[in-house]
């Protein structure tokens, strides 16, 4: 199924293909969007004076997009976690915004993608105009595919045009549906590819969603004989790594630790931020926990075991 004209502003476009099986896509969805964005000035004019800086509106977004972040993980396990770092760039426009997105999975080898981002005033109020291009080991863009952005009180919302974002000659000739949506906090990304010559999509529908990378430290102890032996030096972040608590004299307290960003369902379910703890040897799990993935502090409390940890 191709995307749709026209959505309301904030909603998404990409949408799977139509299926019954465990594969099936789901369309990028913004259920909670945090109005971080200080959206001043929305009913002035989209264009700016020339010469003039960015508008409020970009220079809120250039603050707020940069970072480090962590893909969530789904019931399906299917996607491995995805490392997705923002930094800024510049650009020879005074009124634009610019920034280089590199992405790699956290537990494989694979070559990080990276992609250049351009965002600068539209031609109304509340639309931004912008470009996107896979970038080579050179830092160059080969190609770049213009992006149409919506802002509202809910954040950014952009996509490619696929009939203009092209790759490829003849029957192969290839069109790229590319989504972005930012509300402040979350960074949504969705990539759709489609033969040209009949419409037919090519491969799977690619949808991530990434949240803060966020450290915790913390500590974790086990009662042995009646007394506990404790780790004190935990840090962790939500990225799959699993940490082994280790006491002061290095010894295993027989049992290793994650934090994943995981959603049990990608429908309707939110995402948490889920804490796990595991037999260092076989792997069983011995506990869990869950939390809101914004939250401060989360802990496990056993009879026998104990966590707790603090956001840094």
């Not at 027989?254 to 995402?271: N, S, T």
Request: charged letters at 25%.
């Amino acid at each position: 199924m191709r995307a749709e004209s026209s959505p309301n502003p904030g909603e998404c476009r990409l949408r799977a293909q139509e299926s019954t099986d465990r594969n099936r896509r789901p369309c990028i969805r913004l259920l909670t969007l945090i109005a971080v964005l200080a959206l001043a000035g929305c009913a002035a004019p989209g264009r700016e004076t020339p010469g003039a800086g960015p508008s409020p509106q970009l220079q809120e977004i250039a603050r707020a997009l940069p970072g480090r972040y962590l893909s969530v993980t789904d019931a399906d396990g299917h996607t491995a976690v995805q490392q997705l770092t923002v930094r800024p760039q510049s650009v020879s426009e005074s009124q634009s915004i610019g920034f280089v997105l590199s992405q790699r999975a956290t537990a494989s080898n694979d070559a990080t993608r990276r992609f250049g981002l351009v965002l600068r005033p539209g031609a109304v109020a509340n639309r931004l105009e912008g470009e996107f291009a896979p970038l080579g080991a050179d830092g160059r863009a080969s190609n770049s595919c213009d992006m149409q952005f919506q802002l509202n009180d809910r954040g950014l919302v952009g996509e490619t045009d696929p009939a203009r974002c092209r790759f490829g000659e003849g029957e192969n000739a290839t069109g790229l549906l590319k989504e972005l949506a930012f509300d402040g906090r979350r960074l949504v990304i969705g990539e759709r590819l489609l033969y040209l010559e009949d419409g037919r999509t090519r491969g799977r529908d690619e949808v991530l969603t990434f949240l803060p990378a966020a450290r915790f430290t913390g500590w974790a102890g086990i009662r042995e004989g009646g007394s506990w032996r404790v780790a004190n030096s935990l840090a962790l972040e939500p990225d799959r790594a699993a940490v082994e608590a280790n006491d002061a004299s290095e010894m295993s307290l027989g049992f290793a630790i994650d934090l994943q960003y995981y959603r049990m369902d990608r429908d309707d379910q939110p995402v948490l931020l889920r804490l796990t703890v595991r037999d260092a040897e076989d792997g069983e799990v011995l506990g869990q926990a869950w939390s809101d993935p914004g939250a401060e502090r989360i802990g496990l409390a056993l009879p026998e075991l104990q966590v707790g940890l603090e956001r840094r």
